[in-house]
């Protein structure tokens, strides 16, 4: 008999132990799931003990013992069946949500100038259904400098997967034009806390668009890879000024005012995995479609192009990248700022990591031209990071800028930053 009551009392304490946890089934982290496996795994070892007790039973012709063992294995059973469940839940679900982003806080101290400290947050959203459908956005908070709070949609896309190397992509996303704008600019990846001059706003790299794209890749020679995007979009806007363009705002319009597209795209060979090689271009038309911070209609249209080249090369420790690329817009008489005009950069960049790989050093050199010479500038920066994690680092920073004298971009700068992408 106190064979049997010691078996009711581990049956008994089992099942409550799985009621209890009867809410996990909702939850589907990792920590979880290998708790539920175990608990699934520990029932079904006492289902078994409790089969050898209940065959005893039955030889023993104890009536009470026997309907007492059967009502405790049809609890244990119960019990295990719905950890099994629950524990299994994650493989069998259709769609998945998933929250990424990454944030940083700032320090900057120019030459001339007052030093301040800021601060961003740019947090990133995922739902999947199956392996076909995919929502991704990107929302970007910032504080301004009265104290304000800019909310910006950085993209926000609906990708279908039409098969396993291409994605139909539509909505607003980062322009595929070069390789820094859609790949290496968030904080914990971007080597400096800044971007190289001319791939911001109002620069030389389009920065997103609206529209359509088509990408995707394929693999050859073994380890070589071929990757391709292509895309149609609403295109950029011209502002005008004092008779003349101010700048090309590529940053992604859902109006399309000059009634006119853009087509473009990118395509890069990987011939091993450590070495990268792309070319992208866009043409289209576009008008001048602000002047003076007045909207204007009907202003003629004109040809717009794009060109970029980039490439990237890791070595063990060693990262070196460069890139360029330029808008540039036609000249037309008829118009309100008939001048055409060309903005481009490039830059050139190298990342040493040594101290177990703790510590990187970084020094890249950009030059960006601009039709304006209050905008060119030319700049060396200097880093050393420390990597507290895969994904945070602190990065202390140096800019020796040279510009227009009198201007922002001929102060020198000192910057600290840390910045952590999860």
Known sequence: MKMFTNRKTIATSLAMLFIVAGPAQAQTDASRIDELEAKAATMAAELAELRANLEQAKESESVQELQSLRAETVAARQAAQRAETSANEWKNTTSVTHLAGYASADYVSP?????????????????????????????????????????????????????????????????????????????????????????????????????????????????????????????????????????????????????????????????????????????????????????????????????????????????????YISQEVDAEPASIAPEGGKWETWYVQGAYKFGQAKWEGVLRYTDFKSPHADDSQEQLAFGLNYLLAPSAMLKFAYESNSGLAGEATNDDRWLVQLAYGY
Not at 158 to 185: E, T, V
Not at 197 to 226: C, T, Y
Not at 282 to 288: L, T
């Open 111 to 323: 030459e001339n100038g007052n030093a301040a400290f800021g601060v961003n947050f740019n947090p990133m959203f995922h739902f999947q259904y199956n392996d076909k459908i995919l929502w991704e956005a990107e929302l970007e908070f910032e504080v301004e400098e009265n104290g304000d709070t800019n909310i910006g949609l950085e993209y926000s896309t609906i990708d279908w997967f039409l098969n396993d190397s291409m994605i139909l992509i539509a909505g607003k996303f980062l322009s595929p034009l070069g390789n820094f704008r859609q790949n290496m600019h968030p904080s914990w990846i971007n080597k400096l806390p800044t971007a190289p001059p001319g791939f911001g706003h109002d620069g030389a790299a389009p920065v997103s668009e609206i529209g359509m794209q088509l990408r995707g890749g394929r693999n050859f020679g073994g380890q070589g890879k071929f990757t391709y995007a292509g895309y149609v979009g609403n295109g950029p806007k011209l502002e005008g000024e004092d008779g003349e363009i101010h700048a090309i705002e590529a940053e992604g319009f859902a109006g399309n005012p000059d009634d006119e597209f853009v087509y473009g795209g990118r395509v890069s060979l990987l011939p091993f995995p450590k070495l990268e090689v792309g070319v992208s271009g866009a043409f289209g038309d576009v008008a001048v479609v602000e002047n003076d911070g007045a909207d204007i209609s009907g202003d003629p249209t004109r040809g717009y192009t794009v060109f970029g080249f980039d490439s990237s090369y890791q070595l063990g420790n060693f990262d070196l990248r460069g890139e």
